[in-house]
């Protein structure tokens, strides 16, 4: 069983920059995946960024088009802690963020494939 704890959300206003966190606990693999997502209100929830690392891997990372060249994933392996710095905000970055995380080798295509997921955090982006 693994836990995923995200913080750092918040209010922030156009153009401006806040750093989520994403603790993991518990039995995490030494490879795995983990990624972000985000679900608007009335919207579906969708990808966000993706890494896929481990010790003695490179880390390879995926980011939707949406946020390409402002978000960016990383990983703290000996903290077991993952992080999107956000960057250029925009009133339609605005949504509940999501951490989740596969214990598997290789990052699933589908939502549903993750194993585990974080109760959220808010982040509100003001014009």
């Known amino acids: 069983q693994v836990q995923l704890v995200e913080s750092g959300g918040g209010s922030v206003q156009a153009g401006g920059s806040l750093r989520l966190s994403c603790a993991a606990s518990?039995?995490?693999?030494?490879?795995?995946?983990m990624a972000w997502f985000r679900q608007a209100p009335g919207k579906e929830r969708e990808k966000v960024a993706v890494i896929y690392s481990g010790y003695s891997v490179v880390a390879r990372t995926y980011y939707a088009d949406p946020v390409k060249g402002r978000f960016t994933i990383s990983r703290d392996i000996a903290k077991n802690t993952v992080y999107l710095q956000m960057n250029s905000l925009k009133p339609e970055d605005t949504a509940m963020y999501y951490c989740?995380?596969?214990?598997?080798?290789?990052?699933?295509?589908?939502?549903?494939?993750?194993?585990?997921w974080g109760q959220g955090t808010q982040v509100t982006v003001s014009s």
């Open positions: 518990g039995n995490i693999y030494n490879r795995n995946c």
């Open positions: 989740a995380a596969a214990m598997r080798d290789a990052c699933p295509q589908s939502q549903a494939d993750f194993d585990y």
